[in-house]
Structures are given as C-alpha cells and as structure tokens.
C-alpha cells in the first residue's frame, strides 16, 4: 500500500555499521509495528507502538531500537549490524478499530 | 519462539486442483487473521475469524476457525494462477493487539 513507505527498499552494509530504516505512513493509525522476515520463519514481531509514547518489545527486540517520531513516522535502528541480521524488514500499522495490520514494501538488509 | 505452526510449508499444485493450508497454535487464540504475501511483495490482509467454529467465503477462499480457537484453515477450491503465493495465519493472544504470525505455507500453481 503506497499509504506506508518505507526507506530505504534495499541497503547493504557492514558488521559494525549503525543504520536506520525509516517507515512513515499517511493511513492516520496510531499503532506501528517492525517485522523481520527470514526464509522458513515467517514474521516475527521486533518491536510496537500504540502511540507516540508508548513503545513495546516485540519477540526479537534484541540488537534492535525504535524511536516514534510522531504518529505517522516509526524507525527502527540497528546499532551495530551483524551478519544474521540480513533479512526482509517490513514496517505495519493498524488503528485501534480494526485489527488488520498494513504492511509497507520492505526493506531489504543485506550485512556483509 | 514460534507459538503459531503451518503446514505444509510448500505446495506445488495443478491449475484447477483445490490447495488447504493448516495452521496450528499451542495456546488458545481469541482471533484470527490471513494474509497472502505475493512473491517479492508484502503481506496483504485477508480476512479475520473470531468465534469459535466460525467459517468465512470469499469467493473460492474458505477460512475456518477450530472450535478450540488453537486452529484455522484456509482453503482454495479450484487453484488459479493468480492464487500463488504464500500464505501466513496469524493468531492473536488474549487481549494483546501482537499478532503472532506463522511460518506461511508457499503456494505455486502450475497452469
């Protein structure tokens, strides 16, 4: 759905690196969540948001940081990427009416 | 680890066969939801089942919902080519809004 995006689509990187991947979206919901997906796993939930001041571990938070800038804008951040972080990152929302998750394009890390 | 199971993992079917998807929770789920995620793209919402023994259509999709609420399947009747894909369930615990997400089934439809 164009209505969340997600930045960058695909972006390599080294061990060590600190990078960011930045999820906005225009749907007006309140509740934003990171996924990882890796082959055979499925989604595993990294971290959540209910609103700007409230931010939840997810299943895999470790190794993992998230900042709600405002309502519309949720970043995740790995401080120090390590090679089995490589996988497809997808950003969600939802509102607190409807339970169905939107997910953004994702993004693809690739660690070396 | 993973709560919510899916089997089988893949399936390869002939264009017109039906395809069933299973999905397996260890804890008892208060709902339900589908999603289809086209290949090199993301997951897109299908439909959510909350009562016990509920069973939804959507044209040639049907979803059921276990009378325990620790299961669901998705069935296709009469696979098209557009129907490939894979397939995930996921299930919602208590009054959580986290959805824990199955291992998906990937589904391909040879024409």
Known sequence: ???????????????????????SQ???HDRMYWYRQDPGLGLQLIYYSFDVKDINKGEISDGYSVS???QAKFSL??????????ALYFCATSDSSSYEQYFGPGTRLTVT | GQQVMQIPQYQH??????????????????????YKQRPGGHPVFLIQLVKSGEVKKQKRLTFQFGEAKKNSSLHITAT???????????????????????TGTRLQVFP
């Open chain 1, 77 to 86: 951040s790995l401080e120090s990427a390590i090679p089995n972080q490589t």
């Open chain 2, 13 to 34: 079917v002939q264009e017109g066969e039906d395809f069933t998807t299973y999905c397996n929770s260890s804890t008892t789920l208060s709902n339900i939801q589908w």
């Open chain 1, 68 to 70: 709600r800038q405002a």
């Open chain 1, 26 to 28: 225009t749907k007006g």
């Open chain 2, 80 to 102: 098209q080519t557009t129907d490939v894909g894979t397939y995930f369930c996921a299930g919602r615990l208590g009054n959580t809004d986290k959805l824990i997400f199955g």
């Open chain 1, 1 to 23: 759905d164009a209505d969340v995006t997600q930045t960058p689509r695909n972006r390599i990187t080294k061990t060590g690196k600190r990078i960011m991947l930045e999820c």
